[in-house]
């Protein structure tokens, strides 16, 4: 299952956190074209480094599945950054 749902919370001391939460299919489809590009861009890498691309593109996608359920902590000082993916 694809992630749906990425939540961002920013901590920083002596205010209130910031917190966002990003749903992952609309920006996919507005960054669309980016992705096209990227696709290409990745097959095309895969040609020259002699890299089998169905099994290239099935890795990819495979990381993508395993996404659900990630958790990023980045504490930097008294600053924090919190990214969980849905």
Same mark, same amino acid.
């Given at each position: 299952?694809?992630?749906?749902?990425?939540?961002?919370?920013?901590?920083?001391?002596?205010?209130?956190?910031?917190?966002?939460?990003?749903?992952?299919?609309?920006?996919?489809?507005?960054?669309?074209?980016?992705?096209? &590009? *990227?696709?290409?861009?990745?097959?095309? =890498?895969?040609?020259?480094? !002699? +890299? #089998? %691309?169905?099994?290239?593109? &099935? *890795?990819?996608?495979?990381?993508?599945? =395993?996404?659900?359920?990630? !958790? +990023? #902590? %980045?504490?930097?000082?008294?600053? *924090?950054?919190?990214?969980?993916?849905?």
């Amino acid at each position: 299952m694809i992630p749906q749902l990425v939540t961002v919370r920013v901590e920083r001391p002596g205010r209130a956190p910031i917190r966002a939460w990003v749903p992952v299919l609309p920006v996919a489809l507005a960054l669309s074209p980016l992705l096209i &590009v *990227a696709a290409l861009a990745a097959l095309i =890498a895969c040609v020259v480094f !002699r +890299v #089998d %691309v169905v099994r290239a593109f &099935v *890795a990819g996608w495979r990381l993508v599945c =395993a996404l659900p359920g990630t !958790r +990023v #902590d %980045v504490h930097e000082g008294r600053s *924090a950054v919190l990214v969980s993916i849905r």
